[in-house]
């Protein structure tokens, strides 16, 4: 699986979109864009995940550039509720368990 | 639909002693997962299930055993706790391996060994 290089901290303010970058240059074709958060001591939740065109769903956005080798995951209208770490990966395709690979993610702080 | 359980929330060891982690899902999902994270850091595999009598090693196996004898469970087994393995632990399954395939997690199991 690819692995991914996200900020280690960010911060937005509270009604704005906050923006989380995500590198993942060495992505290969059959490899998907997944993005998890985990709120405070909770179990990982899934956020949304894409292959090569913008996905929108009722939480998030995800943009993936057309080389595929970087993501956006917007969040339109960020709460205090967003305060999280978002974990950007990448997961090979069908195998007999496509495992995630977390890495340290991107603790997003949302300000009042 | 409950998704996703664990038991207990919380536990502390004394060195040496051994304890099963509980996990049931609800969602008829072939696919179980056991996850642990340290402070700070991301998720590790410990060990994962593809179906009920099947289990394979993750990353991070050695301390651990798992066992699937029925698709609803999968219990992690720790047999002599060791300090290294204080840790928040997750379980997580899926319906597919597929990598368009979402995994739900658990809320955990924070277990200190002293």
């Known amino acids: 699986d690819a692995k991914t290089t996200q900020p280690p901290s960010m911060d937005c303010a509270e009604g704005r979109a906050a923006n989380l970058p995500c590198n993942h240059s060495?992505?290969?074709?059959?490899?998907?864009v997944y993005w998890y958060r985990q709120i405070h001591s909770q179990g990982p939740q899934y956020i949304i995940h894409?292959?090569?065109n913008n996905e929108t769903n009722e939480m998030a956005s995800l943009i993936i550039t057309e080389d595929r080798k970087s993501s956006t995951l917007i969040l339109p209208h960020a709460t205090l509720r967003d305060t999280a770490v978002y974990y950007c990966?990448?997961?090979?395709?069908?195998?007999?368990?496509?495992?995630?690979?977390f890495g340290s993610g991107t603790r997003l702080s949302i300000r009042p | 639909n409950a998704g996703v359980t664990q038991t207990p929330k919380f536990r502390i060891l004394k060195i040496g002693q051994s304890m099963t982690l509980q996990c049931t899902q609800d969602?008829?999902?072939?696919?179980m997962y056991w996850y642990r994270q340290d402070p700070g850091m991301g998720l590790k595999l410990i060990y994962y299930?593809?179906?009920?009598?099947?289990?394979d090693k993750g990353e991070v196996p050695n301390g651990y055993n798992v066992s699937r004898s029925t698709t609803e469970d999968f219990p992690l087994r720790l047999e002599l706790a060791a300090p290294s393995q204080t840790s928040v632990y997750f379980c997580?399954?899926?319906?597919?391996?597929?990598?368009?395939?979402?995994?739900?997690f658990g809320p955990g199991t924070r277990l200190t060994v002293l």
């Open positions: 997580a399954s899926s319906d597919s391996g597929a990598s368009t395939d979402t995994q739900y």
């Open positions: 060495t992505i290969s074709g059959n490899e998907y």
């Open positions: 894409g292959l090569k």
């Open positions: 299930s593809v179906g009920a009598g099947i289990t």
């Open positions: 990966i990448v997961r090979a395709g069908y195998s007999s368990a496509s495992k995630i690979i």
């Open positions: 969602m008829n999902h072939n696919y």
